[in-house]
């Protein structure tokens, strides 16, 4: 003991990220503190331990803002300025976070290897050009040919591309069938990591909005080209794909960039103050990018670049927590309310400190949302990218509001499915509702011309 | 006859408008033309007979632009400024069209007349801050008491008032419910228009997501202030309204001003192009708002100034559209998808001329949309000031998607009811289904402090 402060039960809770070994998969994450830890010395180690990993040196910091490498090159200048297509990774991850999103999840109706391969080089030239502002097929809305069926379904002429991206990733399911086919030879191919998620406790999943052969992630600062890219997408896969569940988002939940302000939730509280940020590129290399030493002796070889998407449909309870105080408000997030900052500081960009004071207590609970989920004590970090929703009516006379959740991590074993289950005593779970799940493994960037989404994935 | 156009057979379907009774109920609006009336002289005559009341003096010609009166008071300056609360009606009628919707219609649900009116005082007041861009209750997002329960969600905290403007109207069951009871001493005040819509051809309409007592519009250029302001509105209603439906609208469909641009529409034309337009003063008190001449003896008084809204979920069949040739979707519109002309004519605001011909052919078909929908086939004008959504998916693979289509008129009757009577050979029929229907008279205007909405229909 080096002082008077009592043992922290939930110290432990997790394990920091270890420098030396890339993925970790939870492993007594629930095990006390040796008596004698202090808070206090136990962040200290932490700080020291994380430091070359986390990229911020401050025990709890603010991830990735300490060190922050120079501006991504792609980042646009204005909210109606298009952004790359091309690249190492696929834009719409770790790009800045545009305002609004139509998520699709799609089920694959054909047996053709053929025709997948097809429509995955046609989903690539109509990306392409709508990510720069065209229309979706070179013929366009308005062909020459009065008895031409266009090529695109007009709703976004005259509109900017509004930094639009697209991303589309692979579900577990497009590899083998639930009944173990091997539906387009790709079996051998997916990555040991790409599996659906285990169930957590208090989960209402509903199986209707989960999982998908394929998924499509159009974001943009306009809705109607984000909903425009989505809908020329799935015109263009009539009879090779049919649409399983999908989503849209109205306003995003987190920032991705240092250049971004923090944007607030459904619970009116800052969120994407401590995501993972671009310009720290040695921190996405460790948390969001698939690696060389992630291969499985070439099996998912085909990934290196790319990442894993999590979406998780959350249904917040907002009236239950509309009328709740302003102290249990902030005592669940961990931080203030009006400034965003954690809860025992000014500021919202105040590192995080675990062993601040107030009155005697601890400033941040054990229970509070950031407690947990901050990399010191869930032991690993990912990149949150999500959106809130309303989505009607519950027929209980509330609103079906919330957030949908979408993470992007290296693996989502020691990405989200850790911090979701260290976040099993979270106080917010009495707020929140699980109702869908999905996981998808997004292929790296498409780099030139004769590139398409997923062509290292078949033809490597 | 003078000259060879042949009689067309739908050249007197609806009749023109006329000045000298100011609203109209359709009867016989099917009879044939007598023989001899060509398409050129008989609108010719409509020309004349409807140049003071629909403001054009050419004959089909764009209603509304021609003798435009000054701007409006309300415009604002920029999509982030603030449009005025108090008024003579109620914005969000006339005032421009934002970008966002979100929309919502409630049941009451205590038998409470005193309730009720407390909730509609507590609503003015709060709608009266948002739409000035501050919290919904003085005490805001972040009480002084940390113990005290927050008067505001939180979730616009920071963002600009956006254009927001928070529309309230009055269901027909809120006078009379569907056995017959007058549940609030409201009865003999419902005004005669004021009932349900009826049934149409092709009508698929959910119950569920159809009427209720009240309704709330909140409009906004950013969506997170919209939603922001129905939550907090259905928060103060805990316990006196329930949530009946809500729809989300991303993107406006229409045009209520001359200084707006015309956005597209989910079939990828202009939509709004020929709408009733606020600078056209006359024009609207003739068909939009509720005239001394409605008061019905005094039982209808309150509603002077005041409008109907009518709201209906039209889901559009976006795949059979997306296949169709340029040509079948241009002659269903009646205009052409690039430029939005007038078929026969350049520009987009180029008068509508049914009697062009191009290659011997009327260049506008009279099974079009614009043919049929037109005042001089109409008989009447509305303002459109609709939405398009996506709501997921229907379960067969395809995007949920359509137009909310509102709409504000003087009498429903004589508004909506006839206009989609007119529409029952309307080639766009083929492409659209109606999902839902509501209808609402929306009271004038809050007029100042001691004002509130709906208070000359409970005290007056
Ligand atoms: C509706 C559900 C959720 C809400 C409203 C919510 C809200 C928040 C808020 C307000 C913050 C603090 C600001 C920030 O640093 O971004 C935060 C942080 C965080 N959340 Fe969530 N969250 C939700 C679900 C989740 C889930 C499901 C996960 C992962 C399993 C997660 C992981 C994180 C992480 C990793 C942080 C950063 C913690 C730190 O480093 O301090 N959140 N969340
Ligand atoms: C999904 C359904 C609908 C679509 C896609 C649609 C689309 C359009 C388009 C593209 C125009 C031409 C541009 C303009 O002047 O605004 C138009 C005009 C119009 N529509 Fe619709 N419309 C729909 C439903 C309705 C309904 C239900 C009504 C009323 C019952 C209606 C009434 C009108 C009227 C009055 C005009 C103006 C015609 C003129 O004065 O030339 N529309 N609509």
């Excluded at 971004?260 to 948390?287: H, V, W």
């Excluded at 060389?292 to 009236?319: F, P």
């Amino acid at each position: 003991m080096d002082g008077p402060v009592p043992p922290h039960p939930s110290q432990a809770r997790g394990e920091p990220p270890d420098g030396a070994e890339p993925r970790r998969h939870p492993t007594g994450s629930n095990e006390q503190p040796a008596a004698g830890f202090s808070r206090r010395r136990l962040l200290g180690a932490l700080g020291i331990g994380t430091a070359g990993v986390l990229a911020g040196g401050a025990a709890g910091g603010a991830l990735g803002r300490a060190t922050a490498d120079p501006a991504p090159a792609g980042a646009p200048a204005a909210a109606t300025d298009p952004v790359p297509f091309t690249g190492e990774h696929q834009a719409g991850i770790v790009t800045p976070a545009q305002d609004r999103l139509h998520f699709v999840a799609l089920d694959v109706t054909t047996d053709s290897r053929d025709e997948l391969i097809q429509l995955l080089r046609d989903w690539t030239a109509a990306a392409r050009r709508m990510t720069a502002g065209q229309d979706a097929g070179p013929g366009g809305a308005v062909p020459d040919g009065a008895y031409d069926v266009p090529q695109d379904t007009g709703e976004a002429i005259g509109l900017p591309p509004a930094g639009l991206t697209i991303t589309v990733g692979f579900g577990p399911t497009l590899f083998t069938s639930a009944d173990g086919v091997d539906r387009f030879g790709l079996a051998a191919r997916r990555p040991g990591p790409l599996v659906e998620l285990p169930a957590f406790p208090g989960d209402q999943i509903d199986p209707a909005i989960s999982g998908g052969d394929l998924c499509i992630q159009a974001c943009a600062n306009d809705p109607q080209v984000a909903v425009h890219a989505i809908r020329n997408l799935v015109r263009l896969g009539a009879g090779v794909v049919s649409v399983r569940w999908s989503q849209l988002g109205f306003g995003r939940t987190s920032s991705t960039s240092t250049g971004q302000a923090t944007p607030r939730n459904l619970f009116g509280f800052k969120d994407g103050t401590d995501n993972l940020k671009a310009e720290n590129a040695s921190t996405l290399e460790r948390f969001v990018w698939v690696g060389d030493e992630d291969a499985e002796g070439g099996r998912a070889a085909w990934l290196r670049g790319g990442s894993y998407l999590v979406a998780r449909r959350i249904r917040m309870l907002i009236e239950p927590w509309d009328s709740s105080t302003l102290n249990e408000q902030e005592a669940t997030i961990g931080r203030a309310k009006g400034s965003g900052a954690p809860l025992g500081q000014r500021e919202e960009f105040d590192p995080v400190d675990f062993t601040a004071r107030v009155d005697g207590e601890f400033a941040i609970p054990e229970t509070s949302h950031v407690f947990l989920a901050h990399p010191t004590n869930a032991g690993t970090a990912i990149l949150r990218r999500g959106y809130s929703f309303v989505d009607g009516t519950d027929g209980l006379g509330r609103l079906d509001a919330g957030l949908f959740f979408i993470a992007f991590q290296r693996d989502p074993a020691t990405g989200f499915v850790q911090v979701q289950r260290n976040l099993r005593t979270d106080a917010m779970n009495e707020y929140v509702r699980h109702t869908s799940s999905a996981v998808f493994a997004c292929p790296p960037g498409v780099r030139d011309d004769a590139d398409w989404w997923g062509r290292a994935l078949f033809e490597g």
